[in-house]
């Protein structure tokens, strides 16, 4: 077999969560010149960005979009910073490193907060926000795919919640957007967040916030202390299709295409659809395997997976080397017992076939050397 190392990118089968494989369509505008960006032209394709993005998630009327140039993370610092400040006091669902996050973001910017911690695996319930009723809080804060244990929190759950308490619900869809159905105004969301190397499938580099007219009038209410994340002045030269410092302009041409193509294709709903056929092929091909799905709530973005002989990283690593497949490893504590497998980007059911073969073949061959 031919090491990694000796591989392009191209020959790899990527089911990671982010990078993913890009369209070919995207993958081509990707080797052409950046253009000059403050122009009629480039405005016109930011312009067209934000409606197609606030369409793809049923913002509420009066609803804006904010390209930041920045990972995910970018946006979720951004919104921690421009929507909550000491005055507040926000719940945080907190049941892996993305949750961790948002508690060290607040902590960071000194926003009073509560975290829910929630065990490997395990969805949000209601008898676990009990006894945060009624309970002065003025945000409720929540990755809603959990992506580094695969958890799909109970959107409809938490959404009620915040609507009875009147909460700032502030939602990190950053790899549920497209791969799950959201809805900001069926939900009440008040801010959602994405980024582009997820199920965008677009280079990393792009981080996008859906502000409703809530997050809106908050954002232009308070005081922030930076240049680069104070949003008021992204949302006045976005008014006109510009950013106030130079962005990733050729991600974000990048994006422009494939959100375009998705409009063209079905739409959101036909594209949470693909996703999710690909996910049911792969769960339905690894029945009788030995692995155990480890999650309670599963997003059609990911299925956190557990070996059960062998090492998860040991596995992700032959894969890798002697199958030239990626799967995600996970970090911590669960390196070696739980790896991850992605549907987002542009997989087929072919490369879902090509995966269990090739996972059969090296979970036979990791015991066999044990
Ligand atoms: C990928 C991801 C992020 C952002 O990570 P970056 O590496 O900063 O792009 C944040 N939250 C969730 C849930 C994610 O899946």
């Known amino acids: 077999m031919i090491k990694t190392e000796q591989k392009g990118n191209n ?38 960005n934000e409606q197609l993005m606030l369409q793809f998630s049923y913002a509420p009327e009066g ?5 930041l140039t920045g990972s995910g993370t970018a946006a979720m610092e951004a919104a921690i910073m421009n929507v909550f400040n000491d005055s507040d006091k926000v719940l945080v669902i907190n049941g892996g490193s993305f949750g961790q996050r948002f508690v060290n973001l607040c902590k960071i910017h000194r926003v009073p907060y509560t975290e829910i911690k929630l065990e490997q695996g395990k969805n949000i319930t209601l008898e676990k926000l009990s006894m945060y009723e009624q309970a002065g809080y003025t ?12 958890v799909l929190y109970d959107l409809p759950l938490l959404a009620h919640f915040c609507r009875r308490n009147k909460l700032f619900f502030l939602v990190d869809a950053i790899s549920a957007f497209l791969a799950d159905s959201i809805s900001m105004e069926a939900m009440g969301i008040s801010l959602m967040l994405t980024g582009s190397q997820k199920a965008l499938a677009c280079p990393p580099g ?41 962005p990733a302009v050729g991600i974000l041409r990048q994006i422009h295409m494939r959100l375009k193509e998705i409009a063209v294709t079905g739409g959101v709903e036909a594209e949470s659809k693909r996703i999710a056929t690909i996910a049911a092929d792969f769960r339905k091909k690894i029945k009788g395997m030995p692995f155990d ?22 596995l992700f ?15 911590g504590e669960l390196a070696k017992k739980v790896f991850r497998v992605g549907h987002i980007g542009a997989l087929t059911l072919e490369d879902n076939t090509t995966l269990v073969h090739a996972m059969e073949l090296a979970v036979k061959q990791l015991e066999y050397l044990d």
């Open 11 to 48: 020959e790899m089968l990527n089911f990671t969560v982010g990078p993913v494989t890009l369209e070919e369509s995207v993958l081509k505008m990707g080797q052409e010149q950046i253009p000059y960006f403050r122009t009629k032209e480039f405005s016109k394709i930011m312009l067209e």
């Open 63 to 67: 609803s804006r979009t904010i390209f």
């Open 139 to 150: 945000g409720l804060i929540v990755n809603l795919h959990e992506t580094s244990t695969g």
């Open 206 to 246: 792009i981080s996008i916030l859906v502000l409703s007219p809530e997050a809106i009038d908050r954002i232009e209410e308070r005081e922030v202390t930076s240049l680069y994340f104070n949003l008021k002045d992204a949302l006045k030269d976005g008014e006109r299709g510009q950013t106030p410092f130079t």
């Open 293 to 314: 799905i480890v999650s309670e709530s599963l997003s059609n973005a990911v299925t956190p997976l557990h070996p059960w002989k062998v090492s998860a990283y040991d």
């Open 317 to 331: 690593t032959l894969l890798k080397d002697d199958y030239h497949i990626w799967v995600c490893p996970n970090g």
